[in-house]
């Protein structure tokens, strides 16, 4: 019986943002100041993540200073560079960068730029592709990130484009292994922090086990649900969560099963037809709306 990486890991879960701004580029508060709302949220681990570019002057913010028992920070920054197949600037996550990652070079394009941070480390990962309408063409460019972010909560308040799931399906179904993460992407402007999150299981709340079990996949996204275990039998998946209005479990194409009703806390779906897709995924709604989504898990015998 397989079980999903993010609860057989050892070690315990570790609320975290991954995406998220402040005054060393188009955030209105200091860094200080957003590492202590999200301590004083309850979050365990925090990654400012300001915008990489010239005008800025290339921050990769160093927020050691600001850690503190039962919180700690990750280095990184959203890096960019030309251009999309839309001729957008490039928008690329990096996590678990170097303080001294080197500027963006004047002729470096966007995947040179991935692959660089890849290179340097870092869990990278494409952002609210929605907003700017990437597509799996694009990402097809940045071949080494490792997830995509499947809810925004900043670009769903702005611009009702907060939902990555249809690139990350596309790139699953085109054989691409990656992991989905929510996250805030705040910048403190109005009501747009504390409304997506990862559940990362790890051994310690330390930077550097935190960063391996996001390259390894062992975290959960949410909005608010809590996923406690998933596992998978031969025919069926068992999902245990928090109470759930739906549970669902999602793979190639059409291919879906959900069950719906009110205080689930255990659900059985069947996923015969999933496997031949290769891949299924789960969701878990509360009665409010609020989702949250494990990463794929990959059927090794689909043909």
Known sequence: MPQDIAFAAPGRFWKGNIHTHSTMSDGVRTPREVCAAYQDAGYDFL??????????????????AFRAPGFTTILGAELHAPA????????ILAVGLPADFAPTAADETGPALAARALAAGAFVAIPHPAWYALTAADAATIPGAQAVEVYNHTSAL???RGDGAYLADQLLAAG???????????????????????????EANEPDALLAALKAGAFYATQGPLLHDIIWHDDVVEVHCSPAAAVYVLGRGHR???????????????????RRGGFARVVVADAAGHRAWSNPFFFEDAP
């Open 256 to 274: 879906a099963e959900q069950s719906l009703a009110p205080m689930q806390t255990r659900v059985r779906l069947p996923i015969g037809a999933l």
């Open 176 to 202: 691409r292994r990656v992991t989905l993460i929510a996250v805030d992407d705040a910048h403190f402007k109005s009501a747009d922090a504390f409304g997506g999150w990862v559940m990362v299981k790890a």
């Open 158 to 160: 702005r611009t009702d």
């Open 47 to 64: 990654a400012l993540t300001d915008h990489f570019l010239a005008k800025y002057d290339f921050p990769v913010v160093d927020t050691r």
């Open 84 to 91: 999309t197949a839309l001729g957008e600037m490039w928008h």
